[in-house]
């Protein structure tokens, strides 16, 4: 239990963090580590849930009840280790994961510890029905956070909520007429690594160890992981060379 409270308090501090310097953070309200309130600069109120055990729909409606008749808006953050299925499994989901996903428009967000270094990253859930693919995301972008209202029309979930999304369902899309060409090579090089185009070194560096840890051939004897690291690899060090030097 104390590796658990631990890795859930690391994620919870970079949670904390990624806010700050998004400049999505305009006051602190209560930070209990495993829940976090907080206000965005527009004056949303914004309520933070690392969850790290088991989550039964009753106690996502609960919740969502509780914060929406308080006019606070709810985001999910999941261990994915305990919470979810595995990168690229195919998977029937549950009726609490099926309720997270379509809050957030196809994907869940979830936090990870890989050699003692916390990543927060969207996983989305690509398919149709109660059979998904699990996607694995790279990172969760912050300064995208917005607040909204969502009506679902579940068994069990019925009704309007007030969720805060990181935006994580859709790609990172780019019109190519607009773009010049080189624009567009580094465009696909930020796709590769599965960022946008504005993110910055720390961003690019964070999401290239997470896919190296996932498509090492190494570590994943996928046929396919090779072919997919030699990508990985070249989408890095383009982007670190047109970056230049630090």
Not at 66 to 71: D, H, I, P, R
Not at 162 to 175: I, K
Not at 217 to 234: F, K, T, Y
Request: glycine share 8%; net charge negative.
């Amino acid at each position: 239990m104390g590796s658990i409270r631990y890795e859930t308090a690391y994620a919870s501090a970079l949670l904390v963090e990624e806010l700050r310097v998004t400049g999505m953070l305009g006051r602190m309200l209560h930070n209990g580590v495993d829940i976090v309130l907080f206000e965005t600069p527009r004056g949303e109120r914004v309520s933070a849930h690392l969850i790290d055990s088991g989550l039964p729909l009753y106690e996502i409606r609960k919740t969502l009840t509780a914060n929406a008749e308080a006019e606070i808006y709810t985001l999910y953050l999941l261990w994915a280790d305990m919470m979810l299925p595995a990168h690229g499994q195919r998977y029937q989901v549950d009726d609490w994961m099926e309720a997270l996903y379509t809050l957030y428009g196809g994907s869940i967000y979830a936090y990870e510890i890989i050699e003692g270094e916390p990543f927060l990253f969207p996983v989305h859930f690509r398919g149709a029905g109660l059979v998904r693919e699990a996607e694995f995301g790279t990172a969760a972008q912050f300064r995208n956070l917005t607040c909204r209202r969502v009506q679902t029309y579940l068994a069990g979930l019925h009704g309007e909520w007030w969720v805060a999304d990181l935006g994580g369902a859709g790609g990172f899309e780019h019109d190519a007429a607009l773009l010049t060409a080189v624009q567009a090579e580094l465009a696909e090089h930020y796709a590769a690594l599965g960022l946008p185009p504005d993110a910055d070194r720390s961003t690019i560096k964070k999401a290239y160890r997470l896919l190296a840890r996932r498509y090492h051939p190494d570590l994943n004897r996928d046929d396919a992981a090779h072919d997919q690291m030699q990508r990985i690899n070249a989408a890095y060090a383009r982007l670190i060379e047109a970056l230049g030097d630090d």
